[in-house]
């Protein structure tokens, strides 16, 4: 087992940066990933930024991660739509990451008999937009959120994400969104095909063990909890499944990327 060859996955909030700061020993353990030929890809559920809006996020916080190293929700939901039905239509409720992607896979957006609606983050929620949304489905179009994050975080504490607006226009509609971002193996699946990689020798590292290590598990990778988020050791016990490994931060990491298991 020592002979193998990770790739790996990593979360970015909770994981590489916390509130706009980086995690200390996230731009080493990237650099050492960069050094010693590791393929990589950082994932985020947050589909408000195109990748070249995250690397310029990231760059300011010391991180120096190429464009094509980003791998959104929006993307990975341009990427099902397009294997699903290609060239189609959608209304967007979203910003430019959710945009940009769609029409980058040949989508049309429209306000009129679209082929789905889609649902990703927003900083401004608009209830006539959400009413429009509610009237489309109503009228036949197929619902898709990228991700079902209830909440995400801001300055001033929670706020308002995907799934909390994916539950209301589910209410009002009776119809359930199909979500394609984390806990979805979906994600992680898009993910491995971006990179040419295989389940068994991909590691994914995540703060949160309701999204990351549930789909990291789910499709069939090894995950490493990170306690630096979400989740901590006592939280991590109440579910029903464990990651591979637990680790304070992504800086313990450093020094062992080729092995990190102690394989061998």
Do not use: C
């Not at 996955?9 to 353990?29: C, I, Q, R, T, Y």
């Not at 809006?53 to 791998?71: M, N, Y």
């Not at 699946?189 to 789909?215: C, K």
């Not at 016990?237 to 080729?258: H, N």
Request: hydrophobic share 35%; no cysteine.
């Amino acid at each position: 087992m020592n002979e193998r060859r990770w790739t790996y996955l990593s979360d970015m909030d909770g994981v590489l940066v916390k509130e706009e700061h980086l995690v200390p020993g996230a731009d080493e353990f990237l650099a050492e990933l960069k050094a010693n030929g590791i393929d990589f890809l950082v994932l985020t559920n947050n589909s408000i930024y195109t990748p070249r809006d995250l690397r310029a996020r990231l760059e300011r916080t010391g991180l120096d991660i190429p464009e094509e190293s980003i791998w959104t929700s929006a993307l990975a939901t341009a990427k099902f739509l397009s294997s699903q039905r290609p060239n189609g239509s959608a209304y967007v409720i979203g910003e430019a990451g959710l945009t940009t992607a769609l029409h980058e896979v040949g989508y049309v957006l429209t306000e009129r008999d679209p082929d789905y609606v889609v649902l990703g983050e927003t900083r401004t929620y608009s209830f006539s937009a959400i009413t429009r949304a509610i009237r489309l489905i109503e009228g036949g179009a197929k619902f898709i959120a990228t991700n079902p994050d209830a909440t995400g975080p801001s300055v001033e504490g929670s706020m308002p994400a995907t799934g909390s607006v994916a539950a209301l226009i589910e209410k009002a509609t009776g119809r359930s969104p199909y979500y394609v971002g984390k806990p979805n193996p979906l994600m992680m699946r898009s993910a491995l095909r971006r990179l040419g990689a295989h389940s068994e020798s991909t590691l994914m590292i995540g703060d949160r063990m309701d999204t990351d290590v549930h789909s990291g598990i789910e499709a069939g990778l090894q995950t490493i909890l990170v306690l630096t988020g979400i989740s901590t050791r006592e939280s991590a016990e109440r579910y029903p499944y464990r990651p591979t490994l637990v680790l304070d931060s992504i800086a313990d990491l450093i020094g062992r990327t080729g092995n990190p298991f102690g394989e061998g």
